[in-house]
């Protein structure tokens, strides 16, 4: 045990507590504990000839040295490490052996005798609980017994819940089941150097299977059908039969060739079909991580259908090809990727290289020259039948699994980087450098302005909030209004709110809101010497500190307002005090003392406790304090615009489009609402011309028509239309329209076998035309 754990195992008798020193059996880790014990000490030998679970250990020999030196070896290893068998526990040189219920043998596993007997006289069950139990130790030999579960399907139905009825089905059941595991066959041992055998059948309650090896069974599987699977058709469920088996047994079958009997012939033209139903199209996918070939046990044809994989085949071999592969064949030679490698293997595998049927590959990847077939490979994996337009990184990972060449990485970029249906599909551009605004020199000389729209009409009338910060020490005013307010009732509350506090601002940044853009505000500011600064339409990064403001307003109203929801315009006194007692990260201080110089009392300052030293100051001495707080203040704004800079702009790339570029435009569902009008419309239209430039991050672009919205866009909302040409190493591509190849002038290879053509409707079905030639072997 370990130390200070005993308490944890204490037990009470007439003399008193006891704790263990040691582990002891009953402990709800100690199996667990002493497992992981046995494997750490006997890992080296696991696998090779040593078998363990709990305290049984198992040591299997070819011959007799053999097992006397791989039993010192045990012995040794346990003695180091302080652990002891018993002797009259101990079997040692026999050629039979019960472990764990069964009967191991050199001829293979059986059913231990002693269970055997159990089964023989056990008695007519006569409720629910009784049923369970014999069908649990039936179960436990399920693998002796063929269509278990079909023939055990009576007793099965007897633990549905309901009144328990014992029919004569189920005693018929019980009796064939007895009888069976009494008279259990000895299930061979597996032999991996020869190859395996699969027969599989279906009844209408249950399917079942079997493994056998040099006409001996290794092991029985069966499983009773319920549900939706009652009603499959015979064909799906002997298929289904043939997918549990082989999923069953995989770790038997995957690495090896095995042979599968099947009694359903149609199953064979599986691959024939020109349509397959989601259920097969799944079952298929699974077969082919399998190696194998099909026998049919009527006897009057033992022919390869090779409809169950499409990989390998016992007799014949399938070789299939893409139309215009063949030709790759001609062009290693002279490639300047592939030329020189392809010379060296000639005459055997180089390194990875290796040359198979004319074709080069790079270990299990096919070399794939400079051809215009590159350019397909990428369109296929990109936007083919089966793909989803994924971007760069996943389109080059589906190629790298089949395909090889250099630069593949540079040729993917290209062309995606083209795909007309994902500029119109994906919804951000990560264009434009983060560019912050000039840090004001002092308190209340550059203002922003914004309103929160929308909010619960209150009792005095209000149902918006205009919010103004100060860009210098992020002090903001919050004044409640209403939706309806124009520009000059928008100025007057201005100048009695703000004005008469602070001053005229400098500088006022808005975004696009019809007040802002309004004849008179434009001409009143004008006069006062104030410049009016525009955000782009619908982008509030723009202006992100109002926006950030407005966030923490929401929150701040959302925690004082009443249940009600009508008292939030008495409450925004409450939320502006506190909004700026508290400091900012931008400034390290609270809006209150860059404007003051001090805070104002709260509560918990009304405390005796020392007052701060710039209360005790004289006037000269305060202003060099708030000078100094100012300088500070820029200081660490200046930082901290930095580092956001440095932050955002790691992922993003500066981008300049010049007069006249075509771009592609994001449809943001503010601005054009009438193109967004559910989630599966286009995100991006175009190609539109650029006007001209605004700044680094803002451009004017003809949009062409009457979208009714401003026609400057931020830099982050345009992408640069690329046309379509194909590689640029690539002139010739057959495969657009008109488009010819003089790679492929001579005649097209014939196809002699099934042409698979997709089955998938809407266009998806691109990659046509894969013929399989079959060869017979001698």
């Known amino acids: 045990m370990r130390e200070g754990d005993e308490w944890k195992t204490a037990f009470k008798t007439k003399h008193g507590l006891y704790e263990w020193t040691v582990m002891p059996f009953g402990l709800t880790n100690a199996p667990s504990t002493f497992m992981r014990l046995m494997n750490e000490v006997l890992k080296s030998f696991l696998g090779r000839f040593v078998v363990v679970y709990l305290d049984d250990i198992l040591v299997y020999s070819k011959s007799l040295e053999d097992h006397l030196v791989h039993l010192k070896q045990v012995f040794e290893t346990l003695r180091a490490q302080k652990l002891y068998g018993k002797q009259e526990k101990c079997s040692f040189l026999v050629e039979e052996v019960a472990f764990l219920g069964f009967v191991v043998s050199r001829n293979g596993v059986s059913v231990d005798p002693s269970k055997t007997e159990a089964i023989k006289s056990w008695p007519i069950p006569t409720n629910i609980s009784e049923v369970r139990s014999f069908h649990g130790l039936a179960s436990f030999y399920r693998r002796f017994v063929r269509d278990f579960s079909t023939i055990a399907s009576p007793i099965t139905?007897?633990?549905?819940?309901?009144?328990?009825?014992?029919?004569?089905?189920?005693?018929?059941?019980?009796?064939?089941?007895?009888?069976?595991?009494?008279?259990?066959?000895?299930?061979?041992?597996?032999?991996?150097?020869?190859?395996?055998?699969?027969?599989?059948?279906?009844?209408?309650?249950?399917?079942?299977?079997?493994?056998?090896?040099?006409?001996?069974?290794?092991?029985?599987?069966?499983?009773?059908?319920?549900?939706?699977?009652?009603?499959y058709c015979t064909y799906d469920k002997e298929f289904y039969a043939i997918v549990r088996a082989l999923d069953h047994w995989s770790h038997y079958l995957r690495a090896n060739h095995f042979i599968l009997h099947s009694d359903h012939e149609s199953l064979k033209y599986i691959n024939g079909q020109q349509k397959l139903s989601t259920r097969h199209a799944k079952w298929v996918e699974f077969l082919q991580s399998f190696h194998f070939s099909c026998k049919y046990k009527d006897g009057r044809?033992?022919?390869?259908?090779?409809?169950?994989?499409?990989?390998?085949?016992?007799?014949?071999?399938?070789?299939?090809?893409?139309?215009?592969?063949?030709?790759?064949?001609?062009?290693?030679?002279?490639?300047?990727?592939?030329?020189d490698m392809f010379l060296k293997c000639a005459g055997g595998p180089n390194g990875e290289f290796v040359i198979q049927d004319g074709f080069l590959f790079k270990g299990n990847r096919l070399c794939v020259p400079k051809h215009a077939i590159r350019e397909l490979l990428i369109r296929e994996a990109h936007g083919g039948g089966l793909a989803g337009h994924f971007g760069i990184t996943k389109t080059l990972q589906v190629l790298k699994e089949h395909f090889f060449w250099p630069k593949m990485l540079g040729d993917v970029t290209n062309i995606v980087g083209k795909c007309v249906t994902c500029h119109m599909a994906k919804t951000t551009f990560k264009h434009g450098v983060y560019t912050p605004l000039p840090v004001p020199i002092r308190p209340w000389e550059d203002v922003s302005m914004d309103f929160i729209m929308a909010l619960p009409r209150t009792q005095r009338g209000k149902d918006s909030i205009m919010v103004v910060v100060d860009r210098f020490s992020k002090m903001a005013h919050f004044v409640p209004c209403h939706k309806t307010n124009d520009a000059s009732n928008v100025a007057d509350l201005y100048f009695k709110e703000v004005v008469r506090l602070h001053g005229i601002p400098k500088t006022i940044v808005s975004d696009r809101d019809s007040k802002f853009l309004s004849y008179f505000w434009n001409t009143l500011w004008r006069k006062v010497g104030t410049k009016l600064l525009?955000?782009?339409?619908?982008?509030?990064?723009?202006?992100?500190?109002?926006?950030?403001?407005?966030?923490?307003?929401?929150?701040l109203l959302r925690g004082l307002v009443s249940k009600t929801q009508k008292d939030w315009d008495i409450k925004l006194a409450h939320a502006e005090f506190a909004y700026n007692r508290s400091p900012t990260y931008a400034t390290g201080h609270s809006p209150f003392e860059v404007v003051y110089g001090v805070n104002p009392y709260m509560p918990l300052d009304l405390i005796p406790l020392p007052k701060d030293e710039l209360v005790h100051k004289d006037a000269n001495d305060k202003l060099k304090a708030m000078m100094k707080l100012h300088q500070q203040v820029r200081e660490k704004i200046e930082a901290v615009n930095e580092l956001y800079k440095q932050k955002s702009n790691k992922h993003r790339k500066p981008r300049v489009f010049q007069d006249g570029d075509l771009v592609w435009v994001y449809m943001r569902k503010e601005r054009f609402p009438n193109k967004r009008k559910n989630k599966l419309m286009p995100r991006a239209e175009g190609p539109y011309r650029v006007v001209s430039r605004v700044n680094d991050n803002a451009y004017k672009v003809d949009l062409g028509g009457d979208h009714g919205v401003h026609a400057t866009f931020n830099v982050g909302d345009l992408s640069p239309y690329l046309d379509d040409d194909g590689l640029d190493e690539l002139r010739s591509i057959p495969f657009k329209g008109g488009g010819d190849d003089p790679c492929m002038d001579h005649e097209s290879p014939k196809c002699d076998g099934l042409v698979i053509t997709s089955g998938l409707e809407g266009g998806l079905g691109s990659m046509v035309g894969l013929c399989m030639v079959t060869h017979k072997l001698n």
């Open 534 to 555: 525009f955000s782009t339409s619908h982008h509030p990064q723009t202006d992100g500190q109002t926006e950030v403001t407005n966030r923490t307003l929401g929150a």
């Open 301 to 339: 044809s033992n022919v390869v259908a090779d409809a169950l994989s499409r990989r390998y085949s016992l007799l014949v071999t399938l070789d299939v090809r893409f139309l215009g592969f063949e030709t790759l064949k001609d062009h290693y030679q002279s490639d300047m990727d592939f030329g």
């Open 157 to 231: 139905g007897c633990l549905k819940k309901g009144v328990f009825a014992w029919g004569e089905e189920a005693q018929k059941a019980f009796e064939k089941l007895k009888a069976l595991l009494c008279d259990a066959p000895i299930l061979a041992l597996p032999d991996f150097s020869q190859p395996f055998e699969v027969e599989c059948d279906a009844s209408g309650v249950g399917i079942g299977a079997v493994l056998i090896q040099s006409k001996r069974p290794i092991a029985y599987f069966s499983e009773k059908l319920g549900g939706a699977r009652l009603n």
